[in-house]
T-cell receptor
Framework: DQQVKQNSPSLSVQEGRISILNCDYTNSMFDYFLWYKKYPAEGPTFLIS?????DKNEDGRFTVFLNKSAKHLSLHIVPSQPGDSAVYFC??????????????FGTGTRLTIIP | DGGITQSPKYLFRKEGQNVTLSCEQN?????MYWYRQDPGQGLRLIYY???????QKGDIAEGYSVSREKKESFPLTVTSAQKNPTAFYLC???????????FGNGTRLTVT
């Protein structure tokens, strides 16, 4: 049972344009969401997170949007740069006392930025 | 500087042999985790430990064992009972509630 889903295995975007990566979840208990970026043969690095009390969080070129009613979050990268080419994972966890110690990851989306 | 060290980067073993993957952290984090990455399957949780001398099974613990004798160290043993051991293994640690996981750079295990 895949509780966190990234339905697009890959995405190609022109350099300078906006990249939008999507993630859906099924567990309504999830209240903390994160995005990670991963290069081949390296560990994932944390990008940005959002708590369910917010619907948007911004950090430089990265913005995460959360739509709780739709159980959907998205990561926007503007403008996209060649160094953004990587695999992006979304992850989610429930509140403390409900398994907060565990993150559930999606299957990842491979983003390719075209120069 | 602080971080998570996994060693070795690449590991080769013959089928039927147990193998232990090392993970050390100097972030002073209480919680540590082992994930496995396979193509098209994202990251799947093997074992995790929230405190020294205690650990819990994750979603795919069969064929694996761990120990947590020190706060800094969380070694993972891939036993001969693991049916598909060839994978990329990632160790991570976590600080406080609602803080992100910090990952090591992984160990690629190949069993032939």
């Amino acid at each position: 049972d895949q509780q966190v889903k990234q339905n697009s295995p890959s995405l190609s975007v022109q350099e300078g344009r906006i990249s939008i990566l999507n993630c859906d979840y099924t567990n309504s208990m999830f209240d903390y969401f994160l995005w990670y970026k991963k290069y081949p043969a390296e560990g994932p690095t944390f990008l940005i997170s959002i708590s369910s009390i917010k619907d948007k969080n911004e950090d430089g070129r990265f913005t995460v949007f959360l739509n709780k009613s739709a159980k959907h979050l998205s990561l926007h990268i503007v403008p996209s740069q060649p160094g953004d080419s990587a695999v992006y994972f979304c992850a989610a966890s429930p509140p403390r006392g409900f398994g907060n110690e565990k993150l559930t990851f999606g299957t990842g989306t491979r983003l390719t930025i075209i120069p | 500087d602080g971080g998570i060290t996994q060693s070795p980067k690449y590991l080769f073993r013959k089928e039927g042999q147990n193998v232990t993957l090392s993970c050390e952290q100097n972030l002073n984090h209480d919680a540590m985790y082992w994930y496995r990455q396979d193509p098209g399957q994202g990251l799947r949780l093997i074992y995790y430990s929230q405190i020294v001398n205690d650990f819990q099974k994750g979603d795919i613990a069969e064929g694996y064992s761990v120990s947590r004798e020190k706060k800094e160290s969380f070694p993972l043993t891939v036993t001969s009972a693991q049916k598909n051991p060839t994978a990329f293994y990632l160790c991570a640690s976590k600080g406080q509630h609602n803080s992100p996981l910090h990952f090591g750079n992984g160990t690629r295990l190949t069993v032939t």
